[in-house]
């Protein structure tokens, strides 16, 4: 008894540019002709190669933010506290010198990070402050006080100048910060 040949179902052509109707020869067969074979197998290799690269990409990333230091952490965390604090007082003027102008804002600190580095990321320490009055006159701390009592009072002034028990933020305390603050920028972004 002789085998008729086994006759499949038309199929399309997974070739992009081709996608014509044909009447596959065997099984498995995706490709109405050589030069659509060519053509998806480049095709796949193409994807292949990309997938690669994503996943190289990937594992650098991934490389990097093991290799990142607790320092770092710190410096992204109090960029994005800063962002919120300018953000915040956007309609304010300067602490110290309370003008509204068109140059450069910093989060200006009034008990600075290295005198007292537990009040870093203190909101009430941080207010909105021109660039002239942060860099060149070392913060102008008299009228920045002065500024700070009428906006939290004297009693939280004398609170911020007291003694503050030290803290040691671990990296994971950094990154839900960083976080946390990024989220309250986004929302006052949407509320604007």
Not at 23 to 31: C, G, M, S
Request: charge should be positive; include cysteine.
């Amino acid at each position: 008894m002789v085998k008729s040949p086994r006759v499949f179902r038309k199929k399309k052509c997974k070739n992009a540019e081709c996608r014509t109707e044909f009447v596959p020869v065997r099984e498995l067969q995706a490709a109405c002709g050589v030069p659509c074979a060519i053509a998806i197998t480049k095709a796949n290799k193409e994807k292949a190669r990309k997938s690669l690269e994503r996943q190289e990409r990937a594992d650098i990333r991934e490389k990097r933010i093991k290799l990142k230091s607790r320092a770092q952490y710190m410096k992204e965390a109090q960029a994005v506290f800063n962002e919120w604090v300018r953000a915040r007082d956007a309609a304010l003027p300067c602490v110290s010198c309370g003008r509204h102008h068109q140059g450069q804002w910093h989060a200006g600190h009034y008990r600075t990070v290295g005198a007292n580095p537990e009040l870093r990321f203190e909101p009430l320490n941080v207010w909105k402050q021109c660039a002239p009055c942060n860099n060149h006159k070392s913060g102008d701390i008299v009228n920045y006080r002065i500024t700070l009592v009428r906006r939290i009072g004297l009693e939280r002034v004398e609170w911020l100048e007291g003694p503050h028990e030290a803290k040691r933020y671990t990296i994971q305390d950094l990154k839900e910060m960083k976080a946390v603050y990024r989220a309250m920028i986004r929302e006052m972004k949407g509320a604007a």
